[in-house]
């Protein structure tokens, strides 16, 4: 099957979404050539008159955050092509809908929607599904200052969307790729020889990106601080010694005149979400936002067919 390009009015509104189009085109591509594998849907070939066209609505099974109902359109954009599809966005990205909501309209070849169906589900359930749960975090942490972020831990080739959703659901990205700013781990503390020295060799060539440095005991937080560290991640704590680093980073400021961010990770539940942002910690970062969260049900109801001349 011969598929198109993304018109550019699906590239202003991925665009508008802080999506690149290039990089949602080629997941989109990626995913449909997996679908079909090579050869062509051929049960709806079989059952369909190629002159049909047919609306269909995107439509909630489930309440929820929405989030990719701009990248449905561009799976139906590549595969009936730029004006060859009337598409409606009913309920924008980031809204939060209840079962039986209609997502969004399309009125296109009824061939088309039925060969990106799956590919268009597949990814705005998963996206959703990703959006919804980071919405619940948010509002378990409400009123508190912590901020919801993600992490690296997303699905292969699927990093963009994948923090793009966690967007809608309120959260924030942590970094993008590991060229665009700096988490020294526990095996590059173990590799460098200690906190203080790995910190000092990623400050001589990060050239401006921000440095994060992980700690797990308050020995190390306080050599971080010294070392000259202002963004640190507390692995693997309890909300006592989340609180007692609290403490230490607080008086660090008080002497140095340095502010300095202290971020959550490891072993992190929804259940404990409000208590680990009640120790005062500026970020947590959650790894079950994308590589955990559940779909959010969302189907394709078919409305009306006609078949043209």
């Known amino acids: 099957m011969q598929f198109h390009h993304l018109s550019g009015d699906v590239r202003v509104r991925l665009a508008d979404a802080g999506l690149?189009?290039?990089?949602?085109?080629?997941?989109?591509?990626?995913?449909?050539?997996?679908?079909l594998a090579g050869g062509d849907d051929v049960t709806s070939r079989a059952c369909i008159d190629p002159r049909q066209r047919?609306?269909?609505?995107?439509?909630?099974?489930?309440?929820?955050?929405?989030?990719?109902?701009?990248?449905?359109?561009?799976?139906?954009?590549?595969?009936?092509?730029?004006?060859?599809?009337?598409?409606?966005?009913?309920?924008?990205?980031?809204?939060?809908?209840?079962?039986?909501?209609?997502?969004?309209?399309?009125v296109a070849s009824t061939l088309g929607i039925l060969?990106?169906?799956?590919?268009?589900?597949?990814?705005?359930?998963h996206l959703s599904g990703v959006a919804s749960a980071t919405s619940r975090w948010v509002a378990t942490v409400e009123g508190t200052g912590a901020v919801i972020r993600d992490t690296r831990k997303t699905t292969p080739g699927l990093r963009a969307l994948e923090k793009y959703a966690v967007r809608c659901g309120g959260g924030a990205n942590h970094r993008m790729s590991l060229s665009d700013a700096v988490l020294i781990k526990d095996?590059?503390?173990?590799?460098?020889?200690?906190?203080?020295?790995?910190?000092?060799?990623?400050?001589?060539?990060?050239?401006?990106?921000p440095i994060e440095i992980e700690v797990d005991t308050l020995g190390q937080l306080r050599e971080a601080l010294d070392a000259g560290a202002d963004l640190v991640l507390l692995d693997n704590m309890d909300e006592p010694?989340?609180?007692?680093?609290?403490?230490?980073?607080?008086?660090?400021?008080?002497?140095?005149?340095?502010?300095?961010?202290?971020?959550?990770?490891?072993g992190l539940s929804l259940e404990r979400a409000l208590a680990v942002a009640q120790t005062g910690v500026h970020f947590i970062?959650?790894?079950?936002?994308?590589?955990?969260?559940?779909?959010?049900?969302?189907?394709?109801?078919?409305?009306?067919?006609?078949?043209?001349?």
């Open 285 to 309: 970062s959650v790894g079950a936002l994308t590589h955990s969260a559940p779909i959010l049900d969302i189907g394709l109801d078919f409305e009306s067919s006609a078949t043209g001349s």
């Open 54 to 106: 047919s609306r269909a609505s995107f439509v909630a099974r489930a309440p929820g955050r929405i989030a990719g109902v701009e990248v449905a359109h561009a799976v139906l954009d590549v595969v009936c092509g730029p004006g060859a599809l009337d598409f409606e966005v009913v309920r924008a990205d980031a809204s939060d809908v209840d079962a039986g909501d209609v997502l969004a309209t399309v």
């Open 241 to 266: 010694t989340m609180r007692a680093s609290v403490d230490v980073a607080r008086q660090h400021e008080r002497e140095s005149g340095r502010s300095v961010l202290l971020e959550a990770s490891g």
């Open 115 to 125: 060969v990106a169906e799956r590919t268009a589900l597949n990814l705005m359930c």
């Open 20 to 35: 690149a189009g290039d990089d949602v085109e080629d997941i989109v591509v990626r995913t449909l050539r997996e679908d």
């Open 187 to 209: 095996n590059h503390v173990a590799a460098a020889g200690g906190v203080g020295a790995a910190f000092e060799r990623v400050r001589r060539v990060a050239n401006g990106l």
